[in-house]
């Protein structure tokens, strides 16, 4: 696991695809000793590609991206905005579209106070200065990220309620919920996680991963290296 990380340091590979023999902390210590995060980045997040039914009508081209659903139980309001930027890339790498995102809530638009729809506020206003090219709008519900009609209603004249392709859950206890209740009631594809935040693309594998898992994996990892090289 050393020796893969150090080969991407040095500039001798670009990823790192492992954790069929090796559980996943001994993966991500060595993806953070050596790799370390990304400039302006100090939060990991996990992602998931939901690959919906061909009859859903919500998403982009039948997909979704969901995060944070593996790694930070409860970010801050600066970590989530790092989560958004890092997943506005994976939506762009490897699901292929341009990224469209809601940061989402029990609140649409100060339909309801509390400390939690306040942080999602602010991590909003962090990742637009973050990246002002960014297409982001929150605090959104669901419905009104997702549903045209239910966005148009809720949050006139945002260019991304009723359109987002792109869903950042406030806590990673929403994010694994959501994107594990989507997958087994719709019958959606979930891929990932998809390791995101590092200096370089390492993702990590079940040990109980199959043959199909693994060559997943590595096609995801590629994209991301190609992404990286795009920069």
């Not at 370390?36 to 039914?53: C, D, E, N, Q, Y």
């Not at 339909?111 to 909003?124: G, L, M, N, P, Q």
């Not at 995101?196 to 199909?212: I, K």
Request: aromatic residues 4%; hydrophobic residues 45%.
């Amino acid at each position: 696991l050393y020796l893969g990380c150090l080969m991407i340091k040095r500039g001798d590979g670009d990823a790192m695809v492992a954790g069929a023999l090796s559980p996943t902390s001994h993966v991500l210590r060595a993806a953070f000793q050596v790799l370390k995060t990304k400039p302006g980045i100090s939060v990991v997040s996990g992602a998931f590609i939901m690959l919906l039914p061909q009859a859903c009508p919500f998403g982009e081209d039948q997909m979704l991206i969901f995060a944070d659903c593996a790694v930070v139980p409860d970010p801050t309001a600066e970590e989530l905005a790092q989560i958004a930027i890092a997943t506005a890339k994976t939506t762009k790498d490897i699901a292929g579209l341009d990224p469209t995102i809601a940061m989402v809530s029990f609140s649409t638009k100060g339909s309801a106070t509390h400390e939690r729809v306040d942080k999602v506020i602010e991590a909003t206003k962090l990742a637009h200065e973050m990246d002002p090219s960014l297409k982001i709008d929150g605090e959104l519900q669901s419905d009104a990220a997702i549903v045209p009609a239910v966005g148009g209603m809720k949050a006139p004249g945002s260019e991304v309620a009723g359109k987002a392709n792109t869903l950042i859950f406030p806590s990673l206890e929403v994010g694994n919920i959501a994107y594990k209740l989507v997958q087994r009631i719709s019958g959606a594809g979930a891929v990932g996680p998809i390791l995101q935040g590092l200096a370089a693309p390492v993702n990590d594998l079940s040990r109980g991963a199959t043959v199909e898992d693994i060559v997943n994996t590595i096609i995801v990892t590629c994209n991301q290296a190609i992404g990286d090289k795009k920069l």
